[in-house]
Each structure stands twice: as structure tokens, then as C-alpha cells.
């Protein structure tokens, strides 16, 4: 797996774009006429953002080693519907990396400063693995911040009940290549960056289910049915979120917000645009 040297931890972003068919109207993430800096959290943070501000605002997150461009087929979509705000966490792409140690709580700290920082009271989010992170934890801990969040193919825990056995090796192995090369006298920042991004996913999240249980928000868990999260953890995590929604995508991987981004954009339409209900199979034949 030549890639996995360039690709960090849980998303491959920005590498691998299998099946992707999306057209783009521009280079998101590199318009230079929709991109601004917002000075936020003691970092410059980069960001774009697409449609009529008066619209409904709508947060995407991108996920581990990516940046804005990894969730174009999205931005594409659904900036003709809603007011869109996609930004480059830090340590990616164009944002700053800041002295502080790259954690989830500190990113979730982050996108509630660039929303502050744009004047916006809620918004709904759609967040991709460390994205779907993000959003997770900022329903947690900015609970008026988040309208609805569609998280897709997040984690709680670091370990091998969460991520399948593969996954936790080729972390294993990004990070030893890294620090041989920093050992050697590599300074880039590429390396710094490549290391900084894995050990966040190496170590982080740490969330428990009674932590889950306090989100408030609308919540769509996606998933691919041979995603790099093991489905038992999905399930798990849509079990203690009170008003939250499964998906399973068939056929398709961890990276379907791109290669099946037709359906994706679909189901996550109908998330948004319907008030949200959990209906019980129990109640429709017994009548309870």
C-alpha cells in the first residue's frame, strides 16, 4: 500500500478519490475570490464559503489529512440550498498548526470560534471521520451550536473495538516512518504535519457513551458497510444518541461522501430537509 506513507490515519482525503464523479464548478478549496483567513483560537484559520448568507448555515468538516477540496462533491451540491462554510482544520491545508498539541477538543474548540467569528448562532454540520469527530464533539460541548449534525464514519475510542485491526498497524507504521524521518533530519513541514495528524487518531478520540447521551441535536449516523469503522461501533454510537438516525450505505467504503456522493448527497438531503422522527416497527404492528 504505497499510499499510506503520504495518507494519514482514518480519512486518506486528499489520495484517494476511487470512483469520484462529481464535476466542479471551481478548485474548492483553492478560490482565491470565495477564501478568506479568520484569525480564531490563536491560529489563522482558511476558509471558503459558498451561497446566499441568508440561508440556513450549513458546516462541512472535512476528515484526517484533508482539506476543503475533500468535500467538494458536497459544496457543489448543496451551495445552491444553503449558506456553506468549509474551512482546512489546523495542521491541514492552509491553516496555521498553532503550539498546542492537535487534540478534538481543541478542533471542536476551533469551529465553534470560526462560527463565532462569522456571526452564526447554530448551524447544521456535515462532518466526514475526524470531521464527524468534530462534529460529535461540538454537539457536546457547543450544544447550541449544533442544528442537526450528519456525522459520517466517526469513532469514539482509538482502539480495536472502534477500527479494525489494519487500520491501528498502518497508523503504526505512518508514525514510525515520521519519526525516522524527523530522526534523520527531515524538518519539513509535511513531516511534521503527516506525524501530527496520525498520532491524533493514534491516541484521540476518547469519548464515552454517557457523553454521547448528552447530545441534544438531530444526529444522521453514516457509515459504508465495508468502512474502516467497525459497524458494531456505529450501531453503538447511534444507540446513545437519543435523536439520532442510522444509514449503512451498501457497497460502499469509507470514502462514499465522494465515490457514491449521488446517494450520499440523497440521504443527507432528507436528513435535513424533514423533521426528525424514529419510528419503532413495535409501534406499527402492536400499536405501542
Known sequence: ?????????????VYVFSQDTCVTSVIYGQNITAGKFAHVNNIKMYYETYGDSSRQPLLLIHGNGG???????????FRSKYYVIIADSRFQGKSDNGNEELTFDLMAKDYNALLNYLKIDSAYIIGQSDGGIIGLMMAIQYPNKVKKLVATSPNIRPDSNALFHWVIVEMEKTIKQME?????????????????????DYKYPNLKNVELLKIKAEVLIMAGDADMIKLEHVVEMYQNIQKSQLFIMPGATHFML???HALFNQIVERFLNNPFKRPTTKAIIVGE
Open 258 to 260: 465522494r465515490s457514491e
Open 1 to 13: 500500500m504505497k499510499f499510506i506513507f503520504l495518507l494519514i490515519s482514518l480519512s486518506f482525503n
Open 67 to 77: 482539506y476543503i477540496n475533500a468535500e467538494r462533491c458536497q459544496i457543489e451540491y
Open 180 to 200: 525516522d524521518k524527523i530522526a534523520r533530519g527531515d524538518s519539513s513541514i509535511e513531516t511534521l504535519r503527516n506525524l501530527t495528524v496520525t498520532n491524533l
